[in-house]
């Protein structure tokens, strides 16, 4: 059987979530951190074995912006996510507490409950431990009754992992692709809903009037004009770096500046009365950001 499912990696800034998704595809480490911009893609193939069937999943792995103030971002792209691997740092325990505050309210509220498997990461500064694998459990044994029976018995839902030097991290990815098999979960929102879900988002993120929530949603509404979001992403990189933006902290000239530069791009696949409606509406946007 061959199945195909949709996961993300959640999680605050800088927990590692680009580094675990480098070495479990590719067994690489990078010693530095790059901010993740909007969102980006990898797959990797995996077999899980039944005793009826083996299936030859294939994960669409997700690597979602760490800030909690993306929500349109996060929104649009939960929408059809199959299961989730939840990322906090061992040297931070805030990074602990917005899991449960900000990441897994976020995500449910977007799709029905799936599958989570919780990472606490950089399992290899141990002199830096700022909490427990206890901790971690206790909030992970809330999630997940549905789906751990589904687990053999060499495999949890929590680990301490490293992307530094590997370890663990086969098995969180393992136990995810055991209980997303076993889901039954319902089929993604109808179109209607998503567009719903998507101009709700918009609109939450446009009532706060800050950098951070009118970039989010530029971003989203740059992507609403293509049919897959993974087509757009290296667009939005490449233009949000060009205006020289922190997605961390963006200023008002940087957003201004990439409201050009979004406009000249549409160009080449947007007729001229959608470029100009588009351009106006987001200078409109970034003109309420209060200084």
């Known amino acids: 059987m061959n199945l195909k499912k949709k996961i993300v990696l959640l999680g605050d800034s800088a927990v590692g979530k680009t580094s675990l998704i480098r070495r479990y595809v590719f067994d690489q480490f990078q010693d530095s951190y790059i901010s993740t911009i909007g969102t980006k893609t990898t797959m990797k193939e995996l077999k899980i074995p039944q005793e009826e069937e083996d299936i030859d999943l294939t994960f669409m792995i997700w690597d979602l912006v760490g800030s909690e103030g993306y929500h349109a971002v996060h929104t649009r792209n939960f929408v059809g996510v199959n299961g989730a691997i939840l990322v906090a740092d061992l040297t931070r325990k805030e ?77 969180v990815f393992e136990s995810l692709g055991y209980m997303v098999a076993s889901s039954k979960r319902k089929e993604d929102p109808i179109k209607e809903l998503y567009e719903g879900l998507i101009a709700q988002s918009i609109k939450r993120s446009l009532e706060k009037d800050n950098p951070i929530s009118v970039l989010d949603a530029i971003i989203v509404d740059f992507c609403e004009g293509f049919e897959d979001s993974r087509l757009a992403m290296p667009i939005l990189r490449e233009l949000i770096n060009r205006a020289g933006i922190d997605i961390r902290s963006p200023s008002k000239g940087g957003i201004l500046k990439l409201i050009d530069y979004l406009a000249e791009a549409e160009t080449e696949f947007q007729d001229e009365k959608t470029v100009k409606s588009s351009f106006e509406k987001r200078k409109r946007w970034a003109q309420g950001i209060e200084k």
Do not use: H, M
């Open 95 to 171: 990074t602990l507490d917005t899991l449960e505050r900000y990441w897994i309210p976020s995500l449910f509220s977007v799709v029905e409950n799936v599958p989570l498997v919780f990472a606490c990461n950089k399992s290899d500064l141990k002199l830096q431990y700022d909490f427990s694998l206890g901790d971690l459990t206790d909030v992970a044994t809330k999630y997940n009754a549905e789906f751990t029976k589904a687990l053999p018995k060499y495999l949890t839902t929590e680990y301490e992992t490293s992307a530094k030097t590997g370890d663990n991290v086969e098995l």
